[in-house]
C-alpha cells in the first residue's frame, strides 16, 4: 500500500545508512481527555491590555519563524524573520481564512516586529494557511512550507513548498528576494490520510494541513509533521467515531525536496478531538515533545477540553506518545477568557520552551462559552466582531519541561517574543544524500 514503498533505498546517502523512522500510530484517548482539568501550573495568565499591534493595517494570526535546517532559529545579519497568516482589518475576523495572505516580518531584538511584505508573489491555493520556512544557509535559500487551500466553501487543502527565495539585509531591514518555484508536496489519499470527500457527512471541519519542517536527527532525513484526519466509519456529527484528529508525517524522496511520500501518523485522536493543529516537535534531553492545538468545539461528544495548547511525549519519532499532565493539557486559556489566545507555537529555549502565539477573542468571556464555532462571534454586529478580536501577537509564555509534567512559569510582558537565533550550526547543513 501507501507505506510499502517508503521501504525501498532508504540507506542511500543519508551518511549514517540508517532508515527512514516508521512505525504505528500512538493514541490520544477518551481517558486521557477525561482527566482534563485546569490547574494553575497550565493556564496562562489573563493578558492584559495590549496595545502594542504589530500591523495598522492586517489581522494577524499563526506565526512562524525562519529556522535553519537544524531546528533552530535562524539570525542573519542580526536580523531574525517570521511569518505570520494576515488578512485586511477591513475584513470580519470570521471571514480571514478565506483571504489569508502569508506576510513576513523582521526583528533585531525578536519582540519588535517590521512588517516586510507579502512572502510569496504567485503561491498555489486560492489563499494559504499555515506552514513552517527553514533556510539553508548555503545554498541562501528560503524552503517555505505551506497549506495550499482552495476557496470556501470547500476548503481542499494540500501541502506546498516554495523554494528559490532568499533575504537581502540591510542596516534598516530585510527584504524578501528571488523567483520563487511553488510545488504540491503531497495530498490527502484516502488510506492513511481521510480525504475531503470522505469526511463530507462527518465531522465539523476537515484537515490536511499545517506542513512544519524538521530534520530527523538521526537518520538525517528531511521531513515534515501536519495536520490530518485518519479514515473513520464515524457518520455525522453526533457520532464520536467522526472525530478523527492525526498527526500526519510525510519525508522527502529528493534533495531537492520537491519530491514526498506519505508515512503513518504518529499521533491519533480518534473519539477524542477532530483537529490536531499546527503540530511540531520540540526535542529535548533526547526526547521528542510533539505539540497540537485544538479547540473546545473539535472535541468528540462526551468530552471537554479548553481551546489549548496540547502536548505529548514519546522517546523516539515513532515512540509510545505519553500525554502530558496525564491529560495533554499544556497552556489553556484562562476561564475568565476562554478564547483569548490561539495558535501556540512551542520553541525550545535552554531548558525551558518560549511560546508565542496570537491574540483571538480576547472580549469574549464564560458567558460566550459554547457559542463560538465554525463562524466565531458571526452572529455580531461587525464593528462588535472587530472590538473582541485581537488579531496580533500576544505575549508569549514560558513553559518548564520535566519529563511528562509541564508548568507555566511566565508570561514576557514585553510581548511578541520570539527566541533570539544564532548562527548556522554547520553540522546542520550540506548533509547530501
Ligand atoms: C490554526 C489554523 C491552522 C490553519 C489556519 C487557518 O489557527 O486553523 O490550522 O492553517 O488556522 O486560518
Redesign the pocket.
Same mark, same amino acid.
Given at each position: 500500500g501507501a507505506i510499502g514503498a517508503a521501504g525501498l533505498g532508504l540507506s542511500i546517502g543519508t551518511g549514517t545508512g540508517a532508515a527512514v523512522e516508521m512505525g504505528e500510530a500512538s493514541a490520544w484517548t477518551r481517558e486521557h481527555a477525561n482527566s482534563i482539568e485546569l490547574t494553575d501550573d497550565l493556564t496562562a495568565p489573563v493578558i492584559d491590555e495590549n496595545p502594542d499591534v504589530i500591523s495598522d493595517d492586517y489581522w494577524i494570526? *499563526?506565526t512562524w519563524p525562519l529556522r535553519y535546517r537544524d531546528g533552530s532559529i535562524a539570525k542573519i545579519h542580526g536580523w531574525q524573520v517570521v511569518f505570520s @497568516?494576515t488578512a485586511s482589518k477591513d475584513l470580519v475576523p470570521g471571514a480571514?481564512?478565506n483571504e489569508?495572505t502569508i506576510r513576513y516580518f523582521y526583528s533585531r531584538n525578536g519582540h519588535d516586529w517590521t512588517e516586510g511584505g507579502t512572502a510569496f508573489e504567485n503561491p498555489l491555493g486560492h489563499h494559504q494557511?499555515?506552514g513552517s520556512a527553514m533556510y539553508d544557509h548555503e545554498q541562501d535559500q528560503i524552503y517555505h512550507f505551506y497549506?495550499a487551500t482552495s476557496p470556501e466553501p470547500e476548503f481542499r487543502q494540500r501541502l506546498a513548498l516554495g523554494k528559490g527565495a532568499s533575504l537581502e539585509t540591510g542596516p534598516h531591514g530585510v527584504d524578501l528576494v528571488g523567483d520563487q518555484e511553488h510545488v504540491i508536496m503531497a495530498e490527502a489519499d484516502g488510506e492513511l490520510y481521510q480525504t475531503l470527500e470522505q469526511s463530507r457527512d462527518q465531522g465539523i471541519v476537515y484537515?490536511f494541513? *499545517?506542513p512544519w519542517y524538521f530534520r530527523h536527527p538521526e537518520t538525517g532525513e528531511d521531513m515534515v509533521v501536519f495536520?490530518g484526519n485518519t479514515p473513520t466509519d464515524g457518520e455525522d456529527p453526533s457520532d464520536p467515531r467522526s472525530y478523527n484528529g492525526n498527526v500526519g508525517i510525510a519525508w522527502a524522496t529528493n534533495d531537492e525536496l520537491t519530491e514526498w511520500e506519505l508515512l503513518p501518523p504518529n499521533l491519533e485522536a480518534i473519539e477524542v478531538n477532530q483537529?490536531l493543529?499546527?503540530p511540531h516537535y520540540v526535542l529535548q534531553d533526547g526526547k521528542w515533545y510533539l505539540f497540537v @492545538?485544538s479547540h473546545e468545539f473539535t472535541f468528540a461528544p462526551g468530552l471537554w477540553g479548553p481551546d489549548a495548547l496540547y502536548g505529548f511525549v514519546a522517546d523516539s519519532l515513532y515512540g509510545d506518545y505519553e500525554p502530558l499532565n496525564e491529560s495533554g493539557l499544556v497552556i489553556a486559556n484562562p476561564e475568565a477568557a476562554p478564547f483569548q489566545g490561539?495558535?501556540w507555537l512551542a520553541m525550545p529555549q535552554g531548558n525551558d520552551v518560549l511560546v508565542e502565539s496570537f491574540e483571538n477573542f480576547r472580549g469574549l468571556d464564560d458567558t460566550s462559552r459554547g457559542e463560538i464555532g465554525l463562524d466565531e462571534v458571526g452572529f455580531l454586529p461587525a464593528e462588535e466582531q472587530k472590538e473582541l478580536f485581537g488579531g496580533t501577537l500576544a505575549p508569549s509564555l514560558k513553559v518548564q519541561l520535566d519529563g511528562t509534567e509541564t508548568r507555566v512559569v511566565a508570561e514576557l510582558n514585553d510581548g511578541h517574543f520570539i527566541p533570539s537565533g544564532g548562527s548556522p550550526n554547520e553540522n546542520g547543513n550540506g548533509r547530501g544524500r
Open positions: 494570526w *499563526d @497568516l480571514r481564512h489569508a494557511w499555515a497549506t484537515a494541513r *499545517d495536520e483537529q493543529e499546527r @492545538l490561539y495558535s
